[in-house]
């Protein structure tokens, strides 16, 4: 597939580039598996730079021989010369090399030799005034990376010249591939997303299998239905690279959160653990693999978990409770969660409706997010949730969205619900300018304004619109 082209991050890699050319520069590139990572970093490299990828499954010698080969290649090493110690090898990067070496999956390290932090630390102190060296370390473990790099006590604290967190393509972004895919219906592309997010491996391999044009339901049942499936083991995998043998307690929590357990309490409930039996597990969930979300609402202190990973979430909520009937393709589970899909994707619409509002409302709204709470009614104490809420402290707008995944949608009898819904959601109560926004399939009768108040009515057609 052709290379989507990341203007801010291919931007930031050729100015790391420059800056280089009068003092050695280290870039840190990290973000989740599948994102995307490698391809960026290839694409921006030129015939001579060197490229290593950090194998945790060879032993140190295995790998030596590697790089040995790769600096051969380059002649920056003779035929009679070799490595024997990672000394040796950073001795030759740091005093014949000239360009970029890039370091993929470099937290492996810790696996293969942890010394190496130190070799490397003393050559980056030693040689901090080279020219023309460019040295880019990547890396999918977040957390390992971050402790690598940014804790204290750890030998390359502080030796970072840049870093860049590479996010999942946003939606817009996924509509181009999609386009280019020749899939081009509005609903179809975001039935995608909800399921692949922004993750370019899996458009590629609607190329790979060849499914161009085809609609999800063709692609879901490659991907994820029939005997063999592509993805049958995707997440499995993933998991394993991040857990490794420890994976029991994590897959009980990203089960739990699936299912609707929102809060710690709410886990420990479902698993019948006390809070602090996985409270390290939950931790790193959160701010070590970055698997699991935290949102907080967009009026208030509250929040909830979530996963934060568009097919995690969609194979936990699916697959892994009932693992042993899927793998037998049992026929009454199979067509229970093709029914269920196009709900999911209802669930799911709001993210993308959040991240086109902007584009929408060009408005400077601050914050935008969403929004629940309970009220006092007739009968005692009842919730309320509203799909999105977006603010502006200065000028005091606040906006309601309602988020429909239906065709037809009644504009008019949405947009009373929630106006109803508004009146709970204490902020600024007297001088407030609020307006409200319905986003849906399509609608019977777009409305502009209902009881004096605002409304916008955005269907799939207005998001085309956007997006060239």
């Known amino acids: ?239 394993s690279m991040e857990f490794g043998k420890r994976k029991g307690v994590y897959y009980d929590i990203l089960g739990a959160v699936s299912s609707g357990n929102t809060r710690v309490s709410e886990v420990a409930s479902c698993l019948g653990k006390k809070e602090t039996a996985f409270s390290r597990q939950m931790d790193e969930l959160v701010n070590y693999f970055n ?12 929040t909830l978990m979530f996963i934060d990973h568009p097919l995690m979430d969609f194979w936990f909520k699916f697959f892994y409770k009932d693992i042993s009937l899927y793998k037998r393709r049992e026929t009454s589970l199979i067509k229970k969660i093709k029914e269920s899909i196009n709900a999911h994707v209802g669930r799911k619409f709001e993210r993308v409706c959040i991240e086109m509002l902007p584009r929408l409302l060009p408005s400077p709204y601050e914050k935008i997010g969403n929004q629940w709470g309970k009220f006092e009614g007739e009968k005692g104490k009842n919730t309320y949730e509203i799909d999105i809420v977006a603010l502006n402290e200065k000028t005091k707008d606040i906006l309601f969205c309602e988020c429909k995944w239906e065709e037809k949608a009644d504009a008019e009898k949405l947009t009373k619900e929630l106006i109803e819904k508004s009146e709970y959601v204490k902020w600024k109560n007297e001088n407030r300018k609020e307006s409200f926004a319905i986003f849906a399939k399509s609608f019977k009768n777009k409305i502009n304004e209902f009881e004096g108040k605002k409304v916008y009515c955005f269907d799939l057609n207005d998001l085309e619109k956007l997006i060239n």
């Open 1 to 239: 597939m052709e290379f989507v082209n990341r203007k801010e991050e291919t931007k930031f890699i050729e100015e790391s580039k420059s800056l280089s050319e009068s003092k050695l520069f280290s870039l840190c590139i990290f973000g989740p598996r599948r994102v995307g990572k490698t391809r960026l970093i290839l694409e921006s490299l030129r015939k001579n730079d060197l490229y290593f990828f950090v194998n945790k499954d060879k032993t140190t010698e295995s790998l030596l021989r590697e790089y040995e080969s790769a600096l051969k290649s380059r002649s920056l090493l003779t035929e009679l010369e070799s490595l024997k110690t990672w000394d040796d090898f950073f001795n030759v990067l740091f005093t014949r090399f000239n360009g970029v070496a890039v370091f993929d999956e470099f937290q492996n390290f810790n696996e293969v030799d942890k010394a190496v932090f130190g070799i490397l630390q003393k050559n980056l102190d030693l040689h901090e005034n080279k020219k023309n060296l460019l040295l880019i370390f990547s890396g999918s473990i977040i957390g390992m990376i971050k402790k690598i790099f940014f804790k204290k006590k750890e030998p390359l604290y502080g030796r970072l010249k840049r870093k860049m967190g590479l996010e999942p393509l946003p939606f817009h972004e996924a509509v181009k591939i999609c386009r280019k895919l020749g899939i081009k219906g509005m609903g179809d592309i975001i039935t995608l997303y909800s399921i692949f997010g922004g993750f370019p491996k899996y458009y590629v391999s609607i190329e790979d299998e060849r499914l161009n044009g085809k609609n999800p339901q063709e692609i879901f049942e490659r991907f994820f239905f029939e005997a063999n499936a592509l993805f049958e083991d995707e997440v499995n995998t993933l998991l």
């Open 291 to 302: 698997i699991i979300g935290v949102k907080e609402q967009a009026v208030g202190k509250k």
